[in-house]
């Protein structure tokens, strides 16, 4: 069982190019979400989605964009890569929105923009 | 807004008891959960508990709540070498979708 599949797992891009980065979860998940992770700040949410079709803002979403046009997957897509978005990217998913069914996290996306 | 509070960095000889400690701020009804991750992993979720509870037992972690002082511990017993990891917390509300707040990670050395 893959669980929460990321894709690439490193990139390296120069300022001002694009790409995006898939999330594939094979839980029959319903609620997707990608966090970035940087040093000393923990994991903040950049965009979520709460089924097929749908996406909603986190925290910091400011340069991103999302999509969720097939249950399964979750894209992250970066437009004009800066500086600033060099991180470690994680997509996480969950069965639903109560406490005690937690989110499932991939194996991280380390994206560097030069 | 919610906010989390972990050490950064703890140090154990292996054999020993490992505890990390996690202070929230949030309401009275939340779910709070402790992460483990490895070089170069994801978060894995090693355990939860609701805040209607004061421990939480599971083979060698026991999740300890002071709800007075919002303050989360986790007590690995004979601790290994291959619990080194960053460990985080996180809460939640309870009640509809609520955003997931998580700490900024402890780093656990142990030390053989």
């Known amino acids: 069982n893959a669980g929460v599949t990321q894709t690439p797992k490193f990139r390296v891009l120069k300022t001002g190019q694009s790409m995006t980065l898939l999330c594939a979860q094979d839980?029959?998940?319903?609620?997707m979400y990608w966090y970035r992770q940087d040093p000393g700040m923990g994991l903040r949410l950049i965009h979520y989605?709460?089924?097929?079709?749908?996406?909603a803002k986190g925290e910091v979403p400011d340069g991103y964009n999302v999509s969720r046009l097939k249950k399964q997957n979750f894209l992250l897509g970066l437009e004009s890569a800066a500086p600033s978005q060099t991180s470690v990217y994680f997509c996480?998913?969950?069965?639903?929105?109560?406490?005690?069914?937690?989110?499932?996290f991939g194996d991280g996306t380390r994206l560097s923009i030069l | 807004g919610e906010d989390v509070e972990q050490s950064l960095f703890l140090s154990v000889r292996e054999g020993d008891s490992s505890v990390i400690n996690c202070t929230y701020t949030?309401?009275?009804?939340?779910?709070l959960y402790w992460y483990k991750q490895e070089p170069g992993a994801g978060l894995q979720l090693l355990t939860y508990?609701?805040?209607?509870?004061d421990m939480k037992q599971d083979q060698r972690l026991t999740v300890l709540l002071n709800k007075k002082d919002k303050h989360l511990s986790l007590r690995i017993a004979d601790t290994q070498t291959g619990d080194s990891a960053i460990y985080f917390c996180?809460?939640?509300?309870?009640?509809?979708?609520?955003?997931?707040?998580f700490g900024t990670g402890t780093k656990l050395q142990v030390i053989p």
């Open positions: 996480a998913s969950s069965y639903s929105l109560r406490g005690d069914q937690p989110q499932h």
């Open positions: 839980m029959n998940h319903e609620y």
């Open positions: 989605s709460v089924g097929e079709g749908t996406t």
């Open positions: 949030d309401s009275s009804s939340t779910y």
């Open positions: 508990i609701f805040s209607n509870m």
């Open positions: 996180a809460e939640r509300p309870s009640g509809g979708y609520q955003k997931v707040t």
